[in-house]
Each structure stands twice: as structure tokens, then as C-alpha cells.
């Protein structure tokens, strides 16, 4: 078939919400594209354990470590989900995540920002997985099937990272003068880089246009933004807290939160690998891949040896399952 | 040089367009252990009594590892009862391109359906 009629039939299969798969026909853009979104969105889960990794053994409690834990074990499941999504592109694991250690691939911000004390915790579980929420809850719906049935995945184990983050606030918003000061603290730091999260301006945004056609993204970054800043406004009134934007105020005509100015020197200094944490994170990636080595060659060492011990085909694998 | 199979990419044909990683070299861990794991998909069945479903894939060293690693990936909240994992190069699919060909001939049978057959209406239980 001729390229002018396989992009006639994948066009349309997006104008009918009919789902791309793996072996359909896509234009090279469309799958470069996916590349790079799934692939510094599972980077995203990855490095996103590492502030919190901070925190694991410095958790105030016996049960907040372990509600730690279960939740950075979350994110290297969702980072394995999405890089799953994108070997069915046809890109090999190691490459993506050669390129992640090499510092060509990005994945967001956000987690460029250090964690200071334990409220950043509170603050990370509630607006920067609250950020990532919105965003994922509209990939739900993206037009590429494996992406899509990562997200549904995610979505479901996300909501209690959310709501662990909340209630860290609650608590400490409830607690005395200096864990009141911290609660506010924190959020004072998270705030405007939670709503650096949703990417550029729509008019600034240099992907935005192609992957709303393509419906890769079915929202824009300002629509997603607005959305979030409306649910937090409101969400904050009962921490007692603030937020730190003098001009946050609802505009009935608009039927949503007006706010200040973004910090865009800032979000683009970030990005370009300037901010507060890029070295560190990318070290410690890299460390613990090379520090790994010996794991992953005693892991292929243990399945030789496993091999020669064993019959050619496994017995009654199908009547055990 | 090993052939890699991709989710989704079941062999076979080699055709379509999931070739694009073939001329790329693999990088800067290209010596590392662990790059050439094969795929394995992975189905559950969420409880007894229903199929096993397709879940995802991930990367082991053998089988064992596979199902080790896709108990604690995809059943971390009670998703399943039981595993099956298998290897991807071993998947074979049919071809998406063909799927005109392949299906069309159920569209005009429409006498297998039921709703075919227009009986009167006093007649109850079928």
C-alpha cells in the first residue's frame, strides 16, 4: 500500500478513536513522538523515587517508612510499564535508558527540586502526584494502546500516593507551631514548580500542536494546569494552609482560580539541566546501574546454571497454572 | 548479533515498520549484563474461574525470574492467582495489514447471529 493511503487509514482510525496498536502502520513522527513522551515519562518514575528514597529510612514512623516504601516500589513498577510501551516502538530498554544516563533523554523537573524535610514529602505526595494525576487521567484516553492501558494501570495505584501526601499535611497541619511552619514551608517551595509540571505555555509549547492532532495528548498544558489549580485552591482551605501566589483568586466570570505569573526563567533554567538537583540525580542513576553490574551478571550466572539442571521443557507448567 | 523481539513485534514477517532499532548501536552500557534479557509477556488470571489476561511484559534472565518479577509488578494488590509468562519471540500474531482479508469473509453470515431468525412473538424461552 502506498504511504499517502496508510496514513488515510491511520488518520482516520485517530479521527474514530479507534486505538493505534504496536504492528499498525504509524507515520515515523507519530512513533517518535511516543518515543520521547513514554519514554521521559517512565524516566519520570524513575528518578521520581529518588527524593523520596531521601526520606525512606528518615520517616517519622514505623508505618509512614513502609507507606514510603509501597509507594517507591509503585513508581519502578509504573517506570517498567511505560518502558514496556516503549519497546513495542521498536527501542530497546537499554537504549532508552542509555539515554537517560547520558543526558539526552529528560523527565520532569520537578524532581530537580530537593527534599528538605519531611513535609516535602507530604507536599510531593499531594501536589506533585496530584500534577501528575491530572496528566495521566487525560492519557487514559491517548490514541496509542499500550500507552493508554499503562496509564489505566497507573492511575488506579496512583490515587494513594495522592491521598498518603495529603494526609501527611493534615497531620502536621494539626500538630504544633513548627510542624504547622513546616507544613507551610513546604508547600511554599512545591507550589510554583508543581505548576511548572504541566509544561510550557500552550503558545510556547513546541510538541503540543502535533500531539493534540494526533490525540497523543487530549488536553493542553494551560487547560491541565487551570484544572489542577482550581482542584488545589480548594483542597488547601482545609489544611488551613496558603498558597504562595498573592494573586490566586476565583474569577466568577471564568468559573476558575486566576493566578500569578510562572517563574519561566526558572522552569527553562531547570529544564536545561541547571537546577538545584540535575547532577545529583543523574549520579545517583548511574551509580546505581553500575553498582548493579554484579546483580545482573550473577542473575544470567544463577539462569545457566538453573538451565543445566534442568529438563529441556518444564513439566506440566500449564497444569500448575 | 541476537535478534531482539519487541512487544508487540512477534517476529515472523519482520515487515511493518518496528525496525528502527535495528541499525542503532546499543550505547554506553552496550557491555553491561543484563542488556540482552529476553522479553517475556505476562497474562493473570485475576481470579479462579476466569482467563488468564494479558498484563504486560518485562525483561528476565529465565522463567523463574519471569514470574518472580511479574508477582511483584503486576500483583502487588491482589490482582491475581496465578501467573503464566511466556517468552515473546514465541507469539505468533497475525498481521494487522491483513486484517481486511482475514475477517471479512464473518460479515456476510449474519445467519450465525440469533437475531437472524424472526420467530413470533408468542413464542417464549428461546
Redesign the interface.
Known amino acids: ?1 502506498p504511504i499517502h493511503d496508510l496514513e488515510k487509514t491511520f488518520l482516520d482510525k485517530i479521527e474514530r478513536e479507534i486505538k493505534i ?6 507515520p ?1 513522527a507519530y ?1 517518535k513522538n511516543l518515543v520521547r513522551q513514554i519514554s521521559q515519562h517512565a524516566h519520570s518514575e524513575i528518578v521520581g523515587m529518588l527524593p523520596e528514597g531521601n526520606w525512606i529510612t528518615r520517616a517519622p514512623s514505623l508505618k509512614r517508612k513502609a507507606i514510603l516504601i ?1 509507594k517507591a ?2 513508581e519502578a ?1 509504573h517506570g ?2 511505560l518502558y ?1 510501551a516503549t ?9 532508552t ?3 537517560l ?2 543526558g539526552k533523554a529528560k523527565y520532569s523537573s520537578i524532581f530537580n527540586y530537593p527534599t528538605l524535610c519531611w513535609a516535602d514529602i507530604g507536599a510531593i505526595g499531594w501536589l506533585v502526584d496530584g500534577a501528575a494525576i491530572i496528566n495521566q487521567v487525560m492519557l487514559c484516553r491517548t490514541s496509542y494502546g ?1 500507552y493508554a ?2 496509564m489505566v ?1 497507573i492511575c488506579r ?1 496512583e490515587s494513594f500516593h495522592q491521598r498518603q501526601g495529603f494526609e501527611i499535611l493534615l497531620v502536621l497541619s494539626r500538630g504544633s507551631d513548627e510542624q504547622k511552619a513546616m507544613c507551610q514551608d513546604a508547600l511554599n517551595r512545591w507550589w510554583w514548580p508543581s505548576l511548572m509540571m504541566f509544561g510550557p505555555r500552550d503558545s510556547d509549547s513546541t510538541h503540543s500542536d502535533q500531539s493534540m492532532k494526533w490525540k497523543i495528548k487530549r488536553m493542553s498544558n494551560d487547560e491541565l494546569r487551570q484544572k489542577f489549580i482550581d482542584m488545589i485552591a480548594e483542597q488547601v482551605k482545609v489544611l488551613g494552609m496558603t498558597l504562595p501566589d498573592p494573586d490566586l483568586k476565583w474569577n466568577a466570570e471564568r468559573k476558575h482560580y486566576d493566578f500569578g505569573e510562572i517563574d519561566w526563567a526558572e522552569f527553562w533554567n531547570v529544564v536545561k539541566g541547571n537546577g538545584p538537583c540535575n547532577k545529583q540525580r543523574i549520579e545517583a542513576r548511574t551509580k546505581a ?1 553500575d553498582e548493579g ?1 554484579w546483580v ?2 550473577a ?2 550466572a ?2 545457566e546454571k ?2 543445566e539442571k534442568q529438563p529441556q521443557t ?1 513439566k506440566g ?1 500449564l497444569e500448575a ?1 | 548479533m541476537t535478534t531482539k523481539y519487541y512487544y508487540g513485534d512477534f517476529g515472523e514477517s519482520g515487515s511493518g515498520e518496528i525496525t528502527a532499532n535495528n541499525k542503532k548501536n546499543v550505547g554506553i552500557h552496550s557491555d553491561a549484563a543484563g542488556h540482552d534479557w529476553p522479553l517475556w509477556e505476562v497474562f493473570i488470571r485475576s481470579k479462579q474461574g476466569l482467563d488468564h489476561k494479558h498484563m504486560g511484559s518485562l525483561h528476565a534472565t529465565d522463567a523463574q525470574m519471569a514470574i518472580e518479577n511479574a508477582r511483584d509488578v503486576y500483583t502487588r494488590r491482589m490482582e491475581g492467582v496465578s501467573i503464566w509468562v511466556v517468552e515473546s519471540k514465541h507469539i505468533h500474531a497475525s498481521n494487522p495489514d491483513e486484517a481486511e482479508s482475514l475477517y471479512d469473509p464473518a460479515n456476510d453470515k449474519a445467519y450465525r447471529h440469533p437475531t437472524f431468525y424472526d420467530l413470533p412473538d408468542e413464542l417464549k424461552h428461546m
Open positions: 500500500m496498536e504496536p504492528r499498525d502502520w504509524m515515523d512513533r509501597a516500589q509503585d513498577g517498567l510499564y514496556s519497546e513495542t516502538l521498536g527501542t530497546s530498554r537499554e537504549e535508558i542509555n539515554d544516563h547520558s499500550p492501558r499503562a494501570r495505584e546501574w553490574a545482573r551478571e542473575a544470567v544463577y539462569a538453573r538451565k518444564p507448567a497454572a
